[in-house]
Structures are given as structure tokens and as C-alpha cells.
């Protein structure tokens, strides 16, 4: 592991390589038109440094932060092998396979797939838990591609010979740190057990630590290392704020933050704290709602279409929501209750300041933890102002105040699946210091 350590090392020094068009690197024509109509014409960092070696068939480890697009980096270059590659379609033996940690993850990578690979047409289809299996048993006896897929629900489906994974050609293990932090490696490494041992393997990871090394060193043959910035450093849009807030004035200032003209997403450590914080908030007319692992799919896509739509102007989440959501315009994230570790920090803060644009990450800390919470954020790299704060106070009312009128609509897509090409493209560097009061 420390040899790949030093390739990420020597990886994050090199320099950028000049970014080509998506129909300079030879993409097919149909894909290309597909990204040029979202507007996305030239590749990401990640995607400049990693598509050449995917494309010519080599396994791939990438870093890169949150929000870098990543997902066209290991789709594009999938897509493209199997379209070159062209086998007829069979029931339950899919040719391309994502391993993803959370059904939210896995659904924003289908939605960023689908149009993509419908113009070649192929067909992606979605494995995850809490939905239908027998649903999703169909899907597969219909025939699919791509297979983006949880690994439990994945392991699941093979005990029940609904899908073989004989004829993958290419895998993919996105997210590779979070499966190990939620325990997945010994289910990750049955599914890939299970694949052909010349099949192509691109993994995207954070760090190597907690047994991705060994993924690496079992499952990836001479890989090409690529890291896009480096793994420790916090987005530079973000401003990072303290607010040191007695607990029973928590709520309070809370409310006066979500009741500001913009989205707003609440992290806490709990489930129950979830439920607890969107009740207390939406009692004193801030429209809230939450997101956790005890919600079936059906339910977690209610709350982020709500949310997304500008029905609720506040997310309250769980850590199941620190990583694979995107949602655009998304400008202030809170963390209500301190993150586990400086990773978590760093995921949950990435939900804002996406493709370019600012953002604001306020961590509200108890005075009983403010050197815990500053030892995070020293791991986390990030140096936020530290004030002193009650409901009502000059700097709760800069947050509360800033972002732009949400115009809401009846219904939207579901964050979980919107269409993250938009994200691949700046949008528009709004300033943080922009404010609207609420009409």
C-alpha cells in the first residue's frame, strides 16, 4: 500500500495534461451530441487525466474531490467499451457494473448514465436496497448493460441467480473508501470474485486506508494512478464558519437559518435527530424534511423531490446523504451536530461549492465541544471564523439572509437523480454575499 500511497503522491504533482474536447478523445458521435446538448463540450481534471488509459482498456485508480465529475470519468470510457464491444443483450448478465455505497449514490449515477447510454442504445438499470427486489428481478430477466448496483442488494440478487456477472467486462468501485467505512469490503470483493479475472476495473477513491489498498493490489492490474487536487485539501469556494451556540439555542438558530430565501441542508449524527430536528423546525413554519437509513427508496425520493423543488426549503440528513447527492444551487450547508471524523466533514461540506460555485459550510458547536471540533477541522484543513453566536445574532443574520427566492415548482426530479452533467460546468460563481430578503 505505501507504493500506491507514493503513486497518489506523485500523482497530485504532475501536471494537468492539456484538456482535449469529448470528440477529440474519440468518443462516439451520438455521446458526444448527448453532452453537448447539457452543454458540456471538455472534460473535467479527473476526466483529462483519466479518460486516455480507459479508454485504451487500462485499470484505473482515481482521486479527485467531491463534486469533479468523476462519474462521467469511469462512464464515459464504460459506455464506450461496450458500444465498441457490441454483444447482444443478456437476461441477467450485465456487460458494465458500478459498485456504489448508497442507494442515493446509485441513483444519481443511473440518472447521469441513462441519456448517455440510451443514445448507443443501452440500457442501465438500478439494484438497491430498500425497493422492490421482485421489481428489480424483472428488470434483469428484461436484459441490461449496465448494472448500477449496492453491494448487499447485489450479493441478494446473485443468491437468488437473478443476475451473473460472468460476462462484466468492465467494473467499477466508486466511492471505494465509504464501502469500507460501512463495512462492504468482504460483499465487494464476492462480486468481484465473481467477474472475469480480464475484465477492466476502474476505482475511485478518497484514501487507501481501511483495506482499499488491498482492493487495489488484488483486483487492479498495473493500473494508471490520476488524482485531481489533493485528497486533504477542502474546495476553495467554500467559507467555513463556527458558530459556538449554547444546546437549547441550537433549534432556535437553526430556524432562523432555515427560514432564509435559499435551500438549506441540516447534517446530524442520528436518524431519530433527523426526524426530531425537521418536526421542531417545520412546528415554527420552516418546511422541513428528512432523509435517513430508516426510509424505504419511495420515501428518501419524496423528500428530496420536496426538497429540490423548493416545497421544503430544509433538508435535515443523516451521513447517508453526505456523499452522492448533488443538488444544484445548493449553498449553505450546516452541520448541526459535529461530523464523526475530518472525512465526514469534508464529504457532508461537499455538498456545497459543486463545480465551481461558492458556497458556505457552518458547523454549529456546543461550548463543551469546541477543542473537539477543533481538532476536526485542523485534519480537515480548513482554518473557519469562530463566533460567538444567539438567535438573532449579526452573523446568524448573514446566513439567514443570504441566497437567492427558490422559485417553486409542483414537482421536480429527485436530487438523487438529477442530471449531474450541469454539474460538470461552473454555474456562474454566484456570490455568497448575494441577498434576498424572503417575500
Known sequence: MRLLDEALAAAEHRPEPSSATFAELNLPAAMVEVLARAGIERPTAIQTLTLPDALAGRDVLGRAQTGSGKTLAFGLPMLTRLQHNRAARRAGAPRGLVLVPTRELANQVAEALTPIAGAVRMHVAVVVGGASIN??????????DVLVATPGRLLDLMERRAVALDAVEVAVLDEADHMADLGFLPAVTRILDATPPNRQCLLFSATLDRGVGKLVSRYLSDPAVHAAGSSAT??????HRVFVVDHEQKV??????GARPARTLFFVRTKHGADRLAKQLSRVGVQSVAVHGNLNQNQRVRALDAFTSGRSRVLVATDVAARGLHIDDLDVVVHFDPPADHKDYLHRSGRTARAGASGTVVSFVEPGQVNEVARLHKAASVSPLSTR????????????????????????????????ARAQRPAGNRSRNSRRRSR
Not at 421489481?135 to 441490461?144: E, H, I, K
Not at 432556535?252 to 437559518?257: C, F, G, K, P, R
Not at 444567539?390 to 443570504?402: L, Q
Open 135 to 144: 421489481r428489480q428481478m424483472d428488470d434483469l430477466r428484461r436484459g441490461v
Open 234 to 239: 477542502p474546495v476553495a469556494q467554500m467559507d
Open 252 to 257: 432556535d438558530v437553526a430556524a432562523e437559518i
Open 389 to 420: 453566536v444567539r438567535p438573532g445574532h449579526e452573523a446568524v443574520r448573514e446566513i439567514a439572509e443570504s441566497g437567492d427566492v427558490i422559485d417553486v415548482v409542483a414537482e421536480s426530479r429527485p436530487a438523487s437523480v438529477s442530471m449531474p
